[in-house]
């Protein structure tokens, strides 16, 4: 009876420590695979937060919506800036400077004197007209009402005035002194019955030396817009 007692508590004790070590084992699996998840999901952060780190680094923002498209850049660049400027007391040189600025796109600017020239004022047969006197002087600077708004803006400018005794009017060299043309381009063009373009430019030339001076036209109070423009696209300002 004793043995049949002591057999059937060492049966529970068996048992028991089985289902103890059962129990121990199946603890530790489940410890074990939630320290490799935990372990694999720090790995990928810290490699995630290096990768990030690098791009800040090497100048790359992290950005899931970037296409990483480059823009072109621009290669379209504005044409020079045109200013014509003219002198006319009888219009004839007002007609070509009009069809010159038309043609060109330019900016149109009259030269006006503050004291308007009269017909006497022009009679170039009176040695005492005011005309015959301001060319017989090559100091006289007759003066100009107004000006040019905003000279520093333009790249060209085309200068117009009729011929006066073979030179322009000293009020050409008024407008020519009133400004720093220094670094732009000059073009003078004149109006006359029968004199050529001469050296009508050279008083002009030498009050602008900081300039660059391109050849002169002379043209007939009536030259055609095409004559004109075939002078100036010649140029090649525009």
Known sequence: MKMKKFGT???????????????????????????GSSQNAEDQSATSFKAG????????????????????????????????AYFSATNNTEGVAQKLADGLGADLYEIT??????????????????????????????AISGSVENMEQYDVVFIGYPIWWGEAPRIISTFIES????????VAFCTSASSGFGNSDSA?????????????QRFSAGASAADVMKWANGLGVN
């Open 113 to 142: 004197p503050e004291q308007p020239y009269t017909d006497e004022d022009l009679d170039y047969g009176n040695s005492g007209s005011r005309s015959s006197v301001e060319m017989n002087d090559p100091s006289a600077r007759p």
């Open 179 to 186: 400004y720093d043309f220094s670094g732009k381009t000059l």
């Open 53 to 84: 780190n690098e791009s800040v680094e090497s100048g790359e923002t992290p950005d899931s919506n970037s296409d990483d498209t480059v823009s072109e850049p621009n290669n379209e660049s504005e044409g020079s800036k045109i200013l014509v």
């Open 9 to 35: 508590s060492l049966l529970a004790f068996v048992m028991v420590f089985v289902l103890a070590a059962c129990a121990g084992n199946t603890e530790s699996a489940e410890n074990n695979g939630n320290t």
């Open 204 to 216: 002009l030339r030498s009050a602008a030396s900081g300039a660059t001076w391109l050849k002169g």
